[in-house]
């Protein structure tokens, strides 16, 4: 696949994006990197850099060690706390009002979508914002916490549930737990059925998140990549457009509906 950059956006994508009926807005962790939220493979600054990422998003690793599983959310969440939504973000809220039908597919657990405007977003992979009961799967409402979480987070023990005592866990979805069948069949569904896909800010290798730009092409949708690397998906989709998803998408929106 021949990569342009939004200097040169092809015109039969934007003339597509005009047309389009339905549209699928499959994002991950790069779309919220302008924001200030590190990707996933960079999730792990300060403290956190002698830890891989993958190794700690796991079940073993929250009996193992819960405080610094639970630390290590807690610094994300605290993160999130004090982000706001990127251009990128306020783009796909926006693209809502000038498509016939848009769904937005993350596998991020922050909620920038809906704080930009983004309604019904899937969440494949959870959220920081919704703490259960690791035992019984209770939920639990944490205190908004101090916005001056230390740099880097720290050890942290998980609150206890009140029904049953078991430690609080994230609400996100860890490797090898499985993905809320109802959220990823909707999401299968959009993407069999759109006219059209935006794989945003992705690396496209975690699975079974990673067959949704797939499953659009095979069902006959274009593909269009926005990323300022290669991935993945680089050889499958139709258009990929190498800049960072906050200057592509406001340009792509401006592009297509907004220019006089
Ligand atoms: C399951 C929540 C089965 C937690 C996450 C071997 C082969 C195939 C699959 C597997 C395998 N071994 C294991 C598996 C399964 C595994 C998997 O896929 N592993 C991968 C690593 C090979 N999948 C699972 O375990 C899933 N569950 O399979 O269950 C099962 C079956 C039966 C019974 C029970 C279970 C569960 C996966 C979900 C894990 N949870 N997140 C948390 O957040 O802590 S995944 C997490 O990592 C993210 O949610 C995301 O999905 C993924 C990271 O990917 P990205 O979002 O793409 O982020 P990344 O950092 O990788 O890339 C960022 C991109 O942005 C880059 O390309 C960068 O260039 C770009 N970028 C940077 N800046 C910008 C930008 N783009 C635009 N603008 C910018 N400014
Ligand atoms: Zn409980």
């Known amino acids: 696949m021949q990569s342009t950059t939004i200097e040169t956006t092809p015109p039969e994508l934007i003339a597509a994006l005009q047309a389009a009926q339905h549209v699928v807005v499959f994002t991950g962790a790069g779309v919220s990197a302008e924001s200030g ?3 996933f493979r960079d999730a792990l600054t300060g403290l956190w850099g002698r830890f891989d990422a993958q190794a700690l998003a796991t079940p073993e ?3 193992r060690d819960p405080d610094l599983v639970w630390g290590w959310y807690e610094w994300r969440r605290m993160q999130l706390l004090r982000a706001l939504p990127n251009p990128a973000h306020l783009a796909i809220a926006e693209l809502a009002q000038h498509v016939p039908r848009l769904t937005v597919v993350t596998q991020n657990v922050d909620d920038l979508h809906e704080r930009a405007g983004s309604a019904d977003v899937l969440h494949l992979h959870g959220s920081l914002h919704q703490p259960r009961c690791f035992d019984c799967g209770r939920p639990h409402v944490l205190p908004p916490a101090p916005p001056d979480e230390p740099e880097g987070g720290r050890r942290l023990s ?3 549930c009140r029904q ?3 430690p ?3 609400g996100v979805v860890w490797f090898g737990e499985s993905l809320p069948e109802d959220i990823l069949a909707a999401a299968f569904a959009a993407a069999q059925a759109c006219d059209l896909l935006f794989a945003i800010g992705t690396s496209a290798l975690v699975y079974p998140a990673a067959q949704i730009p797939l ?3 095979h069902a006959g949708a274009r593909v269009a990549q926005v990323n ?6 680089d050889d499958e989709c139709t258009w990929s457009l190498r800049g ?4 592509v998408m406001p340009k792509l929106l401006q592009a297509a509906f907004l220019a006089a």
Not at 228 to 233: K, N, S
Not at 244 to 247: F, P, S
Request: glycine residues 10%; proline residues 18%; contains cysteine.
């Open 215 to 217: 499953l659009a092409l």
């Open 158 to 160: 998980p609150p206890r």
């Open 244 to 247: 960072a998803a906050g200057a």
């Open 61 to 63: 690793a929250f009996r």
């Open 168 to 170: 609080v866990r994230p």
């Open 228 to 233: 300022p690397t290669a991935t993945a998906l």
């Open 37 to 39: 939220i590190p990707t």
């Open 164 to 166: 049953c005592g078991g």
